[in-house]
T-cell receptor
Framework: GAGVSQSPSNKVTEKGKDVELRCDPI?????LYWYRQSLGQGLEFLIY????????KSGLPSDRFSAERTGGSVSTLTIQRTQQEDSAVYLC??????????????FGNGTRLTVT | AQKVTQAQTEISVVEKEDVTLDCVYE???????LFWYKQPPSGELVFLIR??????QNEISGRYSWNFQKSTSSFNFTITASQVVDSAVYFC??????????????FGPGTSLSVIP
């Protein structure tokens, strides 16, 4: 079946502009995650959605970052007034989200964001 | 709070050598899950294994094996007879079963493995 789909695959934007990154999870997956991976670095947790529960936003680095998930499916990560330090690969993942049973994550190919 | 440490930033081995990737974790929960993921040069992260906190049996899958020791909070990954295709960044990860944040997955910084022909 289809995997996690992210768009765009690449985004170049000017400093100060807003960007929206989209994630389409695997059908039936209730949990959705956003991570950020800077060049040569690990995965930095940003935000996590689980079903209809309030999202865990504890990883968002500043109030310029926000995310929503509409209808329990597609998610959009928005970065306002982008800065050069926002340049990174933004990874989305989804899982069955069985509620504490450690469902493995399925990752998309990521969106490479470059802020000039 | 959850924390995952992978002390080895980069490892280089010659093909056919065995290599062990270390992972040490911290958690206050008694129920948790540990994972290993592989990120090849192509970039897409691939799930390798999941282990729950109540199962300390070692697991072997082909050339891969995992050693889980709760006493030392470690979940190490060994590749036997390494191959060039094993070259990748390997991430260890942890999720807790706390009701407030269950299924939140935190990753370690990763270990970059290079297998030299």
């Amino acid at each position: 079946g289809a995997g996690v789909s992210q768009s765009p695959s690449n985004k170049v934007t000017e400093k100060g502009k807003d960007v929206e990154l989209r994630c389409d999870p695997i059908s039936g997956h209730t949990a959705l995650y956003w991570y950020r991976q800077s060049l040569g670095q690990g995965l930095e947790f940003l935000i996590y959605f689980q079903g209809n529960s309030a999202p865990d936003k504890s990883g968002l680095p500043s109030d310029r970052f926000s995310a929503e998930r509409t209808g329990g499916s597609v998610s959009t990560l928005t970065i306002q007034r982008t800065q050069q330090e926002d340049s990174a690969v933004y990874l989305c993942a989804s899982s069955l989200g069985l509620g504490g049973f450690g469902s493995p994550l399925h990752f998309g190919n990521g969106t490479r964001l470059t802020v000039t | 709070a959850q924390k995952v440490t992978q002390a080895q930033t980069e490892i280089s081995v010659v093909e056919k050598e065995d290599v062990t990737l270390d992972c040490v974790y911290e958690t206050r929960d008694t129920t948790y899950y540990l994972f290993w993921y592989k990120q090849p040069p192509s970039g897409e992260l691939v799930f390798l294994i999941r282990r729950n906190s109540f199962d300390e049996q070692n697991e072997i899958s082909g050339r891969y094996s995992w050693n889980f020791q709760k006493s030392t909070s470690s979940f190490n990954f060994t590749i036997t007879a390494s191959q060039v295709v094993d070259s990748a960044v390997y991430f260890c990860a942890l999720s807790e079963a706390l009701k407030t944040s269950y299924d939140k997955v935190i990753f370690g910084p990763g270990t970059s493995l290079s297998v030299i022909p």
